[in-house]
């Protein structure tokens, strides 16, 4: 299991309390899978949260015309994937398949929100790094997609 200190070095949760990181583990559940496994796939109802903990992590999606697109490769622990989760009504908008033996923790989308409800001082941090976060990827995505249509 990631320890709260080794997570707390993690841009994503830089800022967060000890306390706030010691709730969130306890509420993760670390999940093993093998090369090649699909954490989550695309197009497929978004229930489950993830943070890398060992290993690496592809994160793509199908592209009609072009084949499959890589979007980012995960590796550092700590590093997370699945925010289509909270987003209400998601579905997840990439698939994450991982590229080696890789350990994640996975976190239920009911029991976050429950999390978030009791204590809003971190959802709302939670949410303002989860908007950073997709601001990143969506820049990232459209340059990639801008490079493989050129």
């Known amino acids: 299991m990631i320890t709260a200190e080794r997570l707390a070095q993690s841009w994503f949760f830089k800022g967060f309390t000890r306390s706030q990181i010691d709730t969130l583990l306890a509420n993760g559940q670390e999940v093993s899978y093998p090369a090649g496994g699909k954490v989550l796939v695309e197009r497929e109802p978004a229930e489950s ?3 890398l903990v ?5 994160i793509k999606m199908r592209i009609e015309e072009h084949g499959e697109l890589v979007l980012s490769r995960l590796t550092q622990s700590g590093e997370i994937f699945g925010w289509s989760t909270l987003v209400e009504g998601g579905r ?5 398949e991982c590229l ?3 350990r994640i923790i996975s976190f239920k ?5 429950d999390l978030f409800t009791r204590d809003p001082n971190l959802g709302y941090l ?3 790094r989860l908007a950073i976060l997709i601001s990143r990827r969506l820049e ?3 340059a990639l997609w801008l490079k493989e249509i050129s």
Not at 54 to 58: E, L, R, W, Y
Not at 92 to 96: D, G, V
Not at 109 to 113: D, I, T, V
């Open 126 to 128: 939670f949410m303002k």
């Open 100 to 102: 080696e033996e890789s």
């Open 49 to 51: 949260f993830h943070v």
């Open 140 to 142: 990232s995505t459209r």
């Open 109 to 113: 989308r009911k029991n976050l929100e």
């Open 92 to 96: 997840f908008t990439a698939t994450a």
């Open 54 to 58: 060992q290993g690496a992590v592809s």
